[in-house]
């Protein structure tokens, strides 16, 4: 019998997954999990083990710890998955925001010492864009593109995250999204919410920090990558190695296309889509795009374990 091969997508969580004790079961149970978050500690000069293992909350939402921390435990989260399960094949990887760099490392573009490294400032970059300026982000849900769209024209604000339909995150200054909420509910949303973050990420507000990672990136060498990664930016398949570091810099201030990403791979006969890294957000976001594909999850030792039984042949 002809066994038909499922065209498996990884993809790897963003800032706002993060949660006080992730990857810490891993590394109590996987000497090899251990050594990753040992590794990173030395390759950053701090104990980032310790803030993603213990917190304090606060500290472990800044910016500047929560995105290498998530990049780490993705990354970790491919490396025990692919020891788990050797005979995996993948054929494309995704990121939302901060984990197109996890998506890239784990297709060989960049080492996890530069990705690592790369995260790590970036999150400090845009951590100083927040603290010089006054932003702040909002979820609209309940409307489409063309309403939002029309909500940001009239109160200034700009659509950061289109996760999923019916979800579309949005950025600008407090007032341009207290604005932005108001007209929301006027226009029928069903909730608008303000998000517990730092400022306005992939807004103009962030200028200042695409200027400084471009500047890191021109001293990063990327490789060529094994499998396609989707770029945040234009929802198709990254492509020569100043591309990415180009498109790695537009990111910042340019909304995420998710939805249209996600819709690509779909397309392109994509069933299986495993997600790397703290919590089941993106998971969330393809079953209300495809509810036929196969979610699965690694962000613990149980999930894991999950996703391990449901890979493996009966």
């Given at each position: 019998?002809?066994?038909?091969?499922?065209?498996?997508?990884?993809?790897?969580?963003?800032?706002?997954?993060?949660?006080?004790?992730?990857?810490?079961?891993?590394?109590?149970?996987?000497?090899?999990?251990?050594?990753?978050?040992?590794?990173?500690?030395?390759?950053?000069?701090?104990?980032?083990?310790?803030?993603?293992?213990?917190?304090?909350?606060?500290?472990?939402?800044?910016?500047?710890?929560?995105?290498?921390?998530?990049?780490?435990?993705?990354?970790?989260?491919?490396?025990?998955?692919?020891?788990?399960?050797?005979?995996?094949?993948?054929?494309?990887?995704a990121g939302l925001s901060l984990g197109e760099f996890t998506a890239i490392a784990a297709a060989g573009g960049?080492?996890?010492?530069?990705?690592?490294?790369?995260?790590?400032?970036?999150?400090?970059?845009?951590?100083?864009?927040?603290?010089?300026?006054?932003?702040?982000?909002?979820?609209?849900?309940?409307?489409?593109?063309?309403?939002?769209?029309?909500?940001?024209?009239?109160?200034?604000?700009?659509?950061?995250?289109?996760?999923?339909?019916?979800?579309?995150?949005?950025?600008?200054?407090?007032e341009q999204i207290q604005a932005a909420c108001e007209l929301g509910k006027q226009r029928g949303a069903k909730?608008?919410?303000?998000?517990?973050?730092?400022?306005?990420?992939?807004?103009?507000?962030?200028?200042?920090?695409?200027?400084?990672?471009?500047?890191?990136?021109?001293?990063?060498s990327f490789a060529p990558l094994r499998v396609p990664v989707i770029s945040n930016v234009t929802a198709q398949?990254?492509?020569?190695?100043?591309?990415?570091?180009?498109?790695?810099?537009?990111?910042?201030?340019?909304?995420?296309?998710?939805?249209?990403?996600?819709?690509?791979?779909?397309?392109?006969?994509?069933?299986?889509?495993?997600?790397?890294?703290?919590?089941?957000?993106?998971?969330?976001?393809?079953?209300?795009?495809?509810?036929?594909?196969?979610?699965?999850?690694?962000?613990?030792?149980?999930?894991?374990?999950?996703?391990?039984?449901?890979?493996?042949?009966?």
């Amino acid at each position: 019998m002809l066994m038909t091969h499922t065209k498996t997508a990884l993809v790897f969580a963003g800032q706002g997954a993060q949660k006080t004790g992730m990857g810490k079961d891993w590394a109590e149970q996987f000497p090899e999990a251990r050594a990753w978050f040992d590794r990173a500690n030395e390759a950053l000069g701090y104990d980032l083990a310790r803030i993603c293992f213990e917190g304090p909350e606060d500290q472990l939402a800044k910016t500047e710890h929560a995105q290498p921390g998530i990049f780490l435990v993705g990354w970790i989260a491919f490396e025990l998955l692919r020891k788990r399960v050797p005979a995996l094949e993948w054929d494309a990887a995704a990121g939302l925001s901060l984990g197109e760099f996890t998506a890239i490392a784990a297709a060989g573009g960049m080492t996890f010492e530069d990705g690592l490294r790369l995260v790590r400032e970036r999150g400090r970059f845009m951590q100083e864009a927040c603290e010089s300026t006054r932003g702040a982000m909002a979820v609209l849900l309940g409307l489409d593109e063309a309403q939002t769209l029309d909500i940001c024209a009239v109160t200034g604000a700009q659509p950061a995250n289109y996760n999923c339909p019916g979800q579309i995150v949005i950025s600008g200054s407090v007032e341009q999204i207290q604005a932005a909420c108001e007209l929301g509910k006027q226009r029928g949303a069903k909730k608008t919410a303000t998000l517990p973050v730092a400022g306005a990420y992939h807004s103009p507000l962030m200028a200042s920090a695409q200027v400084k990672l471009r500047a890191l990136l021109e001293q990063v060498s990327f490789a060529p990558l094994r499998v396609p990664v989707i770029s945040n930016v234009t929802a198709q398949p990254h492509g020569t190695a100043e591309e990415i570091a180009a498109r790695l810099v537009d990111q910042v201030t340019a909304p995420v296309r998710w939805e249209a990403s996600m819709r690509y791979l779909l397309r392109q006969g994509f069933s299986r889509f495993i997600e790397l890294g703290p919590g089941a957000a993106l998971s969330g976001f393809m079953k209300r795009m495809d509810p036929n594909a196969q979610r699965l999850q690694v962000s613990d030792a149980a999930s894991l374990e999950a996703t391990v039984a449901a890979l493996s042949p009966a």
